[in-house]
């Protein structure tokens, strides 16, 4: 799916709605989730959103939050399966998994989603295989991976395989955490740049770069400073010449509000971000 089939004519920002289908996601676990994976809440809140507004539906079945343990492949399939099966044919906006297990894309794609939103931006190279075949939307978002993983605020990639692996690698650790201090000498230029590999990766991996929109990341690995200096700086990203995905939504440095992560997406929309990811749209 090529991203100029959303923004055109679109007004902008498009919303990307999130729907979780965990029991442990930092502002809706368990909301839309129950024990027995039946898909009535999620599906549900995918509807009203797309009711309310949103120009995307973003559900994901595996929580992000710091220190939120990772979930088997097989776990994740059950609590997803059920809702892709019942969504689809039933929304007019794309939908988007978020998810970075290459088996969960391929899967949500073959049930009708557009858009795989991957938290390590394709770090895992059967991800980008998965890319390539299906030629969905892509959101590549940077994410901190360390070589090392001696700290323990560090974020560390689940991909032992991966191109970016390390010795010490350990996939069983939280891997958004936020730290305490700062990974980065310059956080603009390092994510700018880990954007541009991320994106060029993809592209000679066979991902039109029409099918690529980028995302800085707010909250993995970065502390509260390294947030506001992005959003500060964030059209020094429009040069990479992708649409720009940003989500803020009840994020801890804005204290879990609605008000202020309304407040800060104006600011993002001012600044030419196309496509804010939210909890809740703005009345």
């Not at 740049?193 to 099918?211: C, S, V, W, Y």
Request: with cysteine; glycine share 8%.
């Amino acid at each position: 799916m090529k991203f100029s089939d959303i923004l055109t004519n679109a007004e902008l920002p498009v919303y990307m709605g999130i729907v979780n289908a965990t029991p442990d996601s930092f502002s809706d676990g368990g909301k839309y989730f129950s024990e027995d994976y039946s898909p009535v809440k999620a599906v549900d809140a995918a509807l009203t959103l797309e009711d309310q507004g949103a120009g995307i539906i973003d559900l994901g079945g595996e929580s992000t939050r710091p220190n939120a343990a990772p979930v088997s492949l097989e776990e994740e399939l059950r609590r997803l399966e059920p809702v892709l099966e019942r969504l689809d044919g039933r929304l007019a906006v794309p939908l988007s998994v978020d998810t970075y297990k290459p088996q969960v894309a391929q899967s949500a794609l073959e049930r009708g989603a557009a858009i795989i939103n991957d938290i390590f931006g394709g770090t895992d190279p059967a991800m980008r295989e998965v890319w390539r075949r299906f030629q969905p939307g892509v959101v590549i978002m940077h994410n901190k991976v360390l070589i090392s993983t001696n700290s323990e605020n560090a974020p560390v990639n689940p991909f032992p395989n991966s191109e970016a692996a390390g010795k010490n690698q350990d996939s069983s650790t939280a891997y958004c955490l936020m730290s305490t201090a700062s990974y980065y000498k310059d956080v603009v230029q390092e994510v700018w740049e880990e954007l541009e590999r991320r994106r060029d990766a993809a592209i000679q991996d066979g991902l039109p770069k029409e099918n690529i929109s980028l995302d800085v990341g707010i909250g993995f690995g970065k502390t509260a400073q390294d947030n506001w200096t992005l959003i500060d700086n964030i059209s020094e990203f429009h040069s990479l010449g992708c649409p720009l995905v940003v989500g803020v939504s009840r994020k801890r440095f804005l204290n879990f509000s609605d008000e202020k992560t309304a407040e800060v997406g104006k600011r993002l929309a001012d600044n030419g971000v196309q496509i804010l990811r939210v909890h809740k749209l703005p009345e």
